[in-house]
C-alpha cells in the first residue's frame, strides 16, 4: 500500500511538544477568535474595528490573519503585505520581519498563504513557527484571530484550539442556522472554551437581544453548550462608506452608531478578559492547534490503512498490482457515488474546499468556470442589503489594490451619485454639502466663492429690489448674529461720526453758553456794586 504509506511523515513521528515547555513566568497573551457560520456577516469588518478600538483605550493588539480565502484584513486596512506566514515558515525572514504596524495602532501579521501549509508542516518547520510566535507574544496582551467563515475543519480546529471564541451571526434565518450547524460540530468536538455571540447588523439593542435570545434558545435545547451574550453591532450605513476608504469605521466617525457598539465591544472585552490572567497564550494556543492537527491527520491515516487493508487471517494474500487509474476516472466514479449514495453535504463541502485549494496550489489560479460558479452562487444566496453592499466594497478595493486606481472614474461615480437623487431636491443638497464640506476638509477653503455666488445671483435678470431688500436684512441678521451688533457700512459709520461730533459741539456750546451766562451774572454783580459804592460816597 505505497499509496497509504507515504503519508506517513517524519512530522508524524518528531511532533512533540512537551520537549518545548513554557517558563512558568513567561508573559501570555489573551487569545480570541472570530468566526462564523456563513460568509457576509461582517465578521472581518468587526475584528479589524474592535482591534482598533481596543488600540485606542491603550491595549496592545495584534491580528492573526486566518483566512484561508480572501485577504479581507489587508483590504479593509488598506495593507499591501510584502511578506506573508509563508516567508517564515520557509526560513526567509523572521516573525517581527513580515508584521505590518498600522497607523491605527494594530499590528497585523499576513499569514493567509502560509497557514494552507499547517497540514504538511515538518518537524524543523513546526519548531520554527513555535519559536517565532513565542518571541511575538512577548510585544501584545491580545491576539484576534480572524478565521475564514464556514464550518470546514480548517476553521473547526482554529476554534477549538482558542480559550475565548466570538462568533457572528445576524438575525437572517441563514445566518442563525449555520451559526447552529457550526455550534454544533464544535459540541461534537467537546470544545471547552467560552463562546460568545456577537449580534451583527441589527436596529437596536431589543432588535440584537432577541435574536440572541431565540438563538441561545435553540443551543441550550438541543447541545451541551453554553453560549453568552457577547454585544452586539447596530446596522449603519457608515459601515459600507468606511470598507471604501479602507478605514475602520470607529477612527472615521467615532460616533457614529455603529461605532459606539463597537467601542463597547471593545470595553467588554478589556474588562471580562483582560483583566483576568490566562492560562492559556499565544504559543500555548499554537501548539494545541498544531497538536490537533497533527492527531486529525495520523486518525486520517489510520481510517484509510484500516479501510485498505482489511483484518485477515493467516497468510497475507498476494495481490496482482492494478494500474493507477486516471484522473478522468476517479472523478467519473467520485460524481456516480454523489449521485448514487447521497454523500453527507457537510464532507462534500470539506472535499471541495480542499480540492479548490489544492487546484489553485497546484496551477497558481482557480478553476476557469470559477466566475461562473461565483455568479450562481451569489444569485442563489439570499443575501440582504446591507451584505450585498459589503460584497461589492470588498471587490471594488480588490480591483483598486490590483490595479492602483480606482474601479469608477469620476464622471461615471459623479453620474452614479446624482442618478440615486431621483430628482429629490433634499437629497440633492445634502450631496452638494456634503461633497462642499469634504472639499474644505481637504483643502481648508471654500470650493465657492461667496461673495462672487451673490454678485452673480444678483446680476440675474430675475433678481428684483424686493429680493435684493431681503437679501440686505438678511445679511444684516446674520451680521449682528455673528459679531452681536448691528452691521454698520461706511456712509453709517461716517454720519454716526458726524452725528457724534455735532454733538459733542453742542455739549461744548452749552458749556461755552453757560461760562458767559456766569460772566455776564458777574459782571451785572460788579456793577450794582459799583453803583451802590458811589452812591455811598455821594451821601458822604
Not at 461615480?413 to 443638497?429: F, G, P, T, V
Not at 459709520?493 to 461755552?512: D, G, I, N, P, R
Request: include cysteine; aromatic fraction near 8%.
Amino acid at each position: 500500500m505505497d499509496h497509504i504509506n507515504h503519508l506517513d511523515t517524519p512530522a508524524m513521528e518528531n511532533l512533540n511538544f512537551a520537549e518545548q515547555p513554557l517558563a512558568a513566568d513567561k508573559h501570555r497573551a489573551h487569545v480570541m477568535v472570530f468566526t462564523s457560520g456563513k460568509g457576509g456577516v461582517g465578521k472581518t469588518c468587526v475584528t479589524t474595528n474592535v482591534a482598533t478600538a481596543m488600540a485606542r483605550k491603550g491595549a496592545r493588539v495584534c491580528i492573526f490573519d486566518a483566512d484561508t480565502g480572501l485577504a479581507n484584513i489587508n483590504i479593509l486596512l488598506g495593507l499591501r503585505p510584502e511578506y506573508t506566514l509563508e516567508h517564515v515558515l520557509n526560513g526567509e525572514k523572521t516573525i517581527h520581519d513580515i508584521v505590518i504596524n498600522t497607523r491605527q495602532g494594530v499590528a497585523v501579521v499576513p499569514g493567509a498563504t502560509g497557514i494552507a501549509q499547517f497540514a504538511d508542516l515538518d518537524a524543523a518547520t513546526i519548531k520554527r513557527l513555535y519559536t517565532a510566535l513565542s518571541d511575538l507574544e512577548a510585544d501584545y496582551d491580545y491576539f484576534l484571530i480572524d478565521t475564514a467563515a464556514g464550518v470546514a475543519d480548517s476553521v473547526l480546529q482554529f476554534i477549538e484550539s482558542a480559550p475565548n471564541t466570538f462568533l457572528l451571526i445576524t438575525p437572517e434565518p441563514t445566518s442563525l442556522t449555520d451559526g447552529f450547524s457550526m455550534l454544533k460540530l464544535l459540541n461534537n468536538r467537546h470544545y471547552p472554551g467560552n463562546i460568545r455571540v456577537v449580534v451583527n447588523m441589527v436596529d437596536d439593542y431589543p432588535h440584537a437581544t432577541e435574536t440572541y435570545r431565540r438563538f441561545s434558545a435553540a443551543v441550550d435545547k438541543y447541545l451541551d453548550l453554553t453560549v453568552d451574550y457577547g454585544g452586539f453591532v447596530a446596522r449603519d450605513e457608515n459601515v459600507p462608506q468606511s470598507i471604501v476608504k479602507q478605514t475602520p469605521v470607529v477612527e472615521l466617525i467615532g460616533n457614529a452608531p455603529a461605532s459606539r457598539c463597537l467601542f463597547a465591544l471593545a470595553d467588554n472585552m478589556l474588562k471580562h478578559i483582560g483583566k483576568s490572567e490566562t492560562e492559556m497564550g499565544l504559543a500555548d494556543y499554537w501548539k494545541n492547534f498544531l497538536q490537533e492537527t497533527a492527531n486529525e491527520q495520523t486518525e486520517s491515516i489510520q481510517e484509510v490503512k484500516t479501510a485498505s487493508e482489511p483484518y485477515q487471517a493467516g497468510p497475507t494474500p498476494q495481490h496482482t498490482a492494478e494500474p493507477p487509474k486516471s484522473f478522468a476516472e476517479l472523478a467519473d466514479q467520485l460524481l456516480s457515488s454523489m449521485q448514487s449514495q447521497s454523500p453527507d453535504r457537510q464532507k462534500m463541502e470539506d472535499f471541495a474546499g480542499h480540492f479548490m485549494t489544492r487546484f489553485q496550489s497546484q496551477f497558481g489560479n482557480f478553476p476557469a468556470n470559477f466566475r461562473q460558479l461565483l455568479f450562481r452562487w451569489l444569485e442563489a444566496e439570499d443575501y440582504a442589503a446591507p451584505q450585498l453592499q459589503e460584497l461589492a466594497g470588498t471587490l471594488e478595493m480588490l480591483y483598486m489594490a490590483k490595479h492602483q486606481h480606482p474601479l469608477h472614474s469620476l464622471e461615471n461615480s459623479l453620474a452614479r451619485l446624482i442618478a440615486q437623487c431621483k430628482d429629490s431636491e433634499s437629497q440633492m443638497r445634502s450631496l452638494t454639502t456634503q461633497m462642499r464640506a469634504a472639499y474644505f476638509q481637504a483643502f481648508q477653503t471654500d470650493v465657492f466663492d461667496a461673495r462672487q455666488e451673490v454678485l452673480d445671483g444678483i446680476q440675474k435678470t430675475d433678481f428684483s429690489e424686493a429680493d435684493f431688500q431681503q437679501l440686505l436684512d438678511a445679511l444684516g441678521q446674520a451680521f449682528e448674529h455673528r459679531f452681536k451688533r448691528p452691521y454698520q457700512g461706511e456712509s453709517d459709520l461716517l454720519l454716526a461720526s458726524a452725528t457724534e461730533s455735532l454733538e459733542e459741539m453742542v455739549t461744548e456750546e452749552q458749556k461755552l453758553q453757560a461760562q458767559v451766562d456766569e460772566l455776564t451774572n458777574s459782571f451785572q454783580e460788579l456793577n450794582k456794586r459799583r453803583e451802590a459804592l458811589l452812591a455811598t460816597i455821594k451821601q458822604i
